[in-house]
């Protein structure tokens, strides 16, 4: 596990960085410590995860609002991407998906964007600290966006393990309020074991391998999933990889970089 410690930037943050240091059992960093893999830093513009320099890649933090996101939204190709073809999203329909591995959000986003609503899980403590940080900030952001503001309404976030969640939701016959037989479709997009030419992994992605590991236990999700699911399962896979639980899908969507296994249950409706 690489060393973590908590910094913040202005002391008025001084309340949030001792909650974030309790809840995370991480340290908050005193003086000018060097012996630190990353820091996570509590600014006035949101939480990141900042690595030490000698790794060579900058901050990671979770912003709906601006950059990347900002510009998928609106350019990104609405229903015509893959993702949105993937999970059945179209003019008449707008599943309610489950994102039982939430990671930092990107995925749920561009599905609350194109209507869906979209309940995340995340299991890791500190990517579920940068995720629920970013849904917050765009929340706060949203007054004075009225389309962000619908696409926020539609986000939920649950820290948990999906496995335990699941079993948890079975029991109460619901999951976040919502009878479980409301669930549409289930989506999951697991960690790959990074492959042997790391070189093509993104510096960032390596990050991400560092804080959460390679999500080893994956293949017992496919099979909840389906239990759940009412439509299909959506599984998101680097091109080329080997099936979740080794199980064929009923087709998959291949891009260059990224295949969409789907398992389909029922015809979508529309
Ligand atoms: C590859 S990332 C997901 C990326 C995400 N689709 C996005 O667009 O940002 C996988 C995430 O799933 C989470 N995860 C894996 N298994 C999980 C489980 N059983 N319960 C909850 N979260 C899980 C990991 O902690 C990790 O953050």
Redesign the pocket.
């Known amino acids: 596990m690489p060393i973590i410690e908590i910094v913040f930037t202005s002391p008025n943050l001084n309340h949030r960085a001792q909650q974030l240091s309790e809840k995370l059992q991480l340290p908050l960093r005193e003086g000018d410590s060097v012996n630190y893999d990353y820091l996570l830093e509590l600014s006035e513009s949101g939480l990141s995860l900042v690595p030490s320099a000698d790794k060579g890649y900058g901050p990671i933090s979770c912003d709906f609002v601006g950059g990347s996101h900002s510009h998928r939204r609106r350019f990104g190709g609405g229903n015509g991407q893959a993702i949105a073809k993937a999970i059945g999203v179209s003019g008449k329909f707008s599943p309610r998906v489950l994102?039982?591995?939430?990671?930092?959000?990107?995925?749920?986003f561009v599905l609350a964007s194109l209507g869906c609503s979209v309940t995340m899980?995340?299991?890791?403590p500190i990517?579920h600290s940068l995720l629920a940080d970013g849904l917050a900030r765009a929340v706060t952001n949203a007054e004075d966006d009225s389309e962000l503001r619908e696409i926020m309404h539609r986000c939920r976030l649950v820290e948990?393990?999906?496995?335990d969640?699941l079993q948890q939701a079975e029991k109460g016959g619901a999951v976040e309020g919502r009878d479980l037989a409301s669930i549409d479709v289930v989506y999951l997009?697991?960690?790959f074991p990074e492959r042997k030419k790391s070189a093509k992994v993104k510096k960032q992605m390596q990050a991400?391998h560092a804080i959460?590991g390679t999500?080893s236990?994956?293949d017992g999700?496919l099979a909840l999933a389906l239990n759940v699911a009412t439509y299909r399962v959506v599984v998101?896979r680097p091109a080329g990889a080997i099936y979740l639980a080794e199980k064929k899908p009923s087709y998959s969507l291949e891009g260059k970089s990224t295949r969409y296994d789907i398992y389909t249950l029922k015809k979508l409706p529309g």
Do not use: I
Not at 99 to 108: K, S, Y
């Open positions: 994102d039982l591995t939430a990671g930092l959000g990107g995925d749920g899980v995340e299991r890791n990517v948990a393990n999906s496995v969640y997009d697991p960690m991400f959460v999500d236990d994956a999700l998101k």
